[in-house]
């Protein structure tokens, strides 16, 4: 009866241990900006974005390092070190803290503001734990971005 309870807890090992080898990439996806503070010279901005986990085990987002343009114009970038669980076949958001200077941006986020739609790309490497196994993947994702109406 041993051998048949090792022989068990090694197979769910081994099976936990392969799911990391059948990985698809998740996906990010910016969903909208909010400004935390405007000065002079730069703003604190807050990207949410959402993390849509394609694989049919959950993953951890370990860390984020990214750069984010806006109308074509780098807007900041840096790291994300706050680790986020996406579940299985699922989706949960990540806030991206940006600041910007506004003479990188010249104007981008006024055009935004003031309810235009804005190109964006955001890219850069995300360190994600998928069953046993860490992998690193390079990102790259472009869309617009449309302001809420109030």
């Not at 996406?86 to 958001?93: D, K």
Request: proline residues 5%; aromatic residues 8%.
């Amino acid at each position: 009866m041993e051998r048949w309870n090792g022989a068990i807890l090694l197979c769910a090992l081994l099976l936990a241990g392969c799911a990391g080898l059948f990985f698809e990439e998740p996906v990010i996806t910016l969903k909208e900006i909010h400004v935390q503070q405007l000065s002079l010279t730069d703003a604190s901005l807050v990207f949410v974005a959402e993390i849509r986990n394609p694989n049919g085990y959950e993953l951890r987002l370990k860390s984020l390092d990214y750069a984010v343009h806006l109308g074509g114009r780098e807007a900041g970038g840096g790291s994300l070190e706050k680790e986020v669980t996406v579940p299985a076949s699922s989706s949960a958001p990540v806030e991206i803290p940006v600041t910007a200077r506004f003479g990188s941006l010249g104007g981008v986020v006024k055009l935004y503001l003031s309810g235009r739609e804005l190109p964006y790309r955001i890219e850069g490497k995300a360190l994600v734990k998928a069953g046993l196994f860490d992998r690193t993947f390079p990102f790259s994702r472009t869309g617009t971005l449309s302001p809420k109406k109030s």
